[in-house]
């Protein structure tokens, strides 16, 4: 550890700022925070810190950043850890012309007490020396570290997100509309669907202006979603218990599905029924 690499946090006094406070305060790196009323100013933040973590909800990142860009000098080394690329990148691009800068999205959320084995996507915007040293910050924790380009990731971020939770609101609202008893679907549920139910639990421990922002924002959120509702009412229009060739649309889809659930198991394993 280089003990003049002093780690400064703009909005570090949040969920995810404290998260990755407590991380570099692990490995023995001096951390410092501005946010509101509390901590530095930026000034004296960005004098003090070698690495800034902009740890900013998206309706200010733009301003924060057009802010410090007069205080980064050749030695910083900045990053966002914003859950979209393409838009953070082009900010940082347009307002940082000095200093190293990493696109960072860690694919996990502030309440993880184990960090081991999840996955933290980088790329490198300008970051010769930033991304192969945070690599290994990352991968001493026992972090998946994956290189991916900005849009690249947004576009995954379109099922690995905004699909992902679009399903979790309609799943939350077809029970909530159903008037069944939670404690009974719960009692009668597979392995598999309680996983489900137990994916759906964390939308209370989230913030959803964030949700509305990834659902919102993405670039490739609307193909996705689109795609999906058109499946669902193909699928759904084609299905009737009183003919023959709805068996036959089904099991059709089922072979697609099975095919696509036959090339996963390559890459997981699971005990889900």
């Given at each position: 550890m280089d003990s003049n690499f002093t780690i400064g946090i703009i909005g570090g006094a949040g969920k995810m700022g404290t998260l990755f406070k407590n991380l570099f305060q692990k490995k023995g790196y001096p951390v410092v925070i501005s946010d509101k009323n509390q901590g530095l100013s930026y000034e004296e933040l960005l004098k003090k810190a070698k690495v800034i973590i902009l740890s900013l909800p998206m309706e200010v990142f733009s301003e924060v950043v057009s802010l410090i860009a007069p205080l980064v000098k050749e030695e910083h080394w900045v990053m966002d850890i914003c859950s979209l690329k393409l838009e953070p990148s082009r900010i940082m691009r347009k307002y940082l012309k000095k200093g190293e800068i990493l696109a960072t999205h860690p694919l996990f959320g502030p309440f993880e007490r184990d960090l081991r084995g999840k996955t933290v996507a980088l790329f490198p915007l300008r970051a010769k020396n930033f991304f192969p040293w945070l690599r290994s910050i990352f991968l001493e924790e026992g972090l998946k570290v994956v290189k991916i380009s900005p849009k690249k990731h947004d576009e995954i971020m379109g099922i690995v997100q905004v699909l992902n939770h679009f399903w979790l609101l309609i799943l939350g609202k077809i029970l909530h509309d159903s008037k069944l008893s939670l404690k009974e679907i719960i009692d009668l549920s597979t392995p598999s669907f309680l996983n489900q139910l137990k994916i759906l639990k964390r939308l209370a421990m989230q913030d959803p202006q964030l949700y509305a922002y990834i659902q919102l924002e993405n670039p490739f959120g609307a193909k996705f979603r689109k795609l999906l509702c058109r499946h669902c009412q193909k699928l759904a229009s084609a299905l009737s218990p009183r003919?023959?060739?709805?068996?036959?649309?089904?099991?059709?889809?089922?072979?697609?599905?099975?095919?696509?659930?036959?090339?996963?198991?390559?890459?997981l394993s699971s005990d889900i029924d």
């Open positions: 003919d023959p060739l709805s068996y036959e649309v089904f099991k059709e889809n089922f072979r697609i599905a099975r095919s696509v659930a036959q090339e996963l198991e390559a890459f």
